[in-house]
């Protein structure tokens, strides 16, 4: 038996051990976790891709465990589930496998998803929280789209900084609280999975890396693409760029773009200690690199257990456009006024 309960499913050859994956889309890269003692079966989503530098999807019992705590065995602890490598399969070659080249989706059908924003949830919560023109001004800024999946999932298109498109990725929100749809599974894929392009190559960006090549500004890198457009609404003096996930592409390769750089690494809470051993990628590529820790030294443990980033923190405090949007909400007359004298003035 194994010695942790809960364990990445051990592959055997012949069978239909590995899975596609939730996030990148490829098949036969996506391994389960099981529980041994059999008493839980975890939905198709908790596992890990093979495609570590490309994908980076992982998600652990502790994970799902975090966000369904109704689930959670009395005798939990770290100690009871692990990620072992030696469950991954052995290639018969020791070569060195020749890198891929990253392939491509064509700019026009990037452009042509940067509209129909009346039916994208994320659109529709940034506009009450920080207003109509900053959500048009952010979506367009960083080339944020709208795809039919979903009925409007939001799309982060990853342009790197010869501006070229690597992909996009759809995910799904709540147009009333901006959080992610993950029930009954997680609303995540890709564009090129959902074409079904063949032979396509995914080499992730990072999220905004297009902008590179118009600011020298200090770059802050966070995790996730809402985060983004969000914090730098807020603290436009500073460029930010996104990973796309805890690990998403945090990897040497990737973070060559920021070569001689400034940057400052603010990571969810929770996430400090495992960035600040990532950081030492960028040592050697930036002209400096900070891990802060102002989240962590000001949160709550409540909001620490909750993962927060700073994108909540910044939301807490109420705009005038979540004041006015509560008050349409309680008076929707008011709509009907302010679209008046909107008229009046372009008239």
Excluded at 31 to 52: A, L, N, Q, S
Excluded at 63 to 70: I, Q, S, V, Y
Excluded at 144 to 151: A, E, I, L, Q
């Amino acid at each position: 038996m194994n010695e942790y309960r809960f364990h990445l499913q051990k592959y055997k050859a012949g069978r239909n051990t590995k899975q596609t994956c939730p996030q990148c889309g490829r098949r036969k890269c996506f391994v389960r976790y099981v529980d041994e003692e059999g008493k839980i079966e975890f939905p198709d989503y908790v596992g890990r891709c093979d495609h570590e530098d490309s994908c980076g999807y992982h998600y652990t019992p502790k994970d799902f465990f975090k966000d369904n705590p109704e689930l959670k065995p009395n005798n939990f602890e770290n100690e009871t589930w692990r990620y072992d490598k030696a469950n991954k399969p052995v290639t018969p070659s020791k070569a060195k496998p020749v890198p891929m080249l990253p392939s491509f989706i064509s700019a026009d059908m990037m452009r042509k998803t940067l509209s129909h924003y009346d039916i994208n949830p994320l659109y529709l919560f940034l506009s009450k929280t920080i207003g109509k023109d900053a959500a048009n001004r952010q979506f367009e800024r960083y080339k944020v789209g709208t795809s039919k999946k979903w009925g409007g999932a939001t799309v982060f298109w990853q342009i790197d900084k010869d501006c070229n498109v690597r992909s996009g990725k759809l995910m799904g929100y709540n147009p009333k609280d901006g959080h992610r749809i993950k029930e009954p599974i997680p609303q995540v894929c890709w564009v090129h999975s959902e074409l079904k392009l063949p032979d396509f190559h995914l080499k992730q960006c990072l999220f905004g890396e297009h902008l590179l090549a118009t600011s020298s500004a200090t770059v802050m890198l966070v995790e996730s693409e809402k985060t983004c457009l969000i914090a730098s609404h807020f603290m436009s003096d500073f460029l930010w760029l996104a990973t796309g996930g805890k690990d998403g592409c945090f990897n040497e390769e990737t973070m060559q773009v920021l070569h001689d750089r400034v940057v400052i690494l603010m990571p969810d809470l929770g996430a400090i200690e495992k960035w600040a051993k990532k950081s030492t990628i960028l040592t050697p590529i930036c002209k400096s690199v900070t891990v802060s820790t102002v989240l962590e030294q000001m949160a709550t443990d409540e909001q620490r257990e909750a993962g927060l980033d700073i994108s909540d923190f910044l939301l807490m405090q109420e705009t005038k456009q979540m004041i006015l949007q509560r008050m349409i909400e309680r008076n929707p007359a008011l709509q009907v006024l302010i679209d008046k004298l909107q008229l009046e003035l372009v008239d």
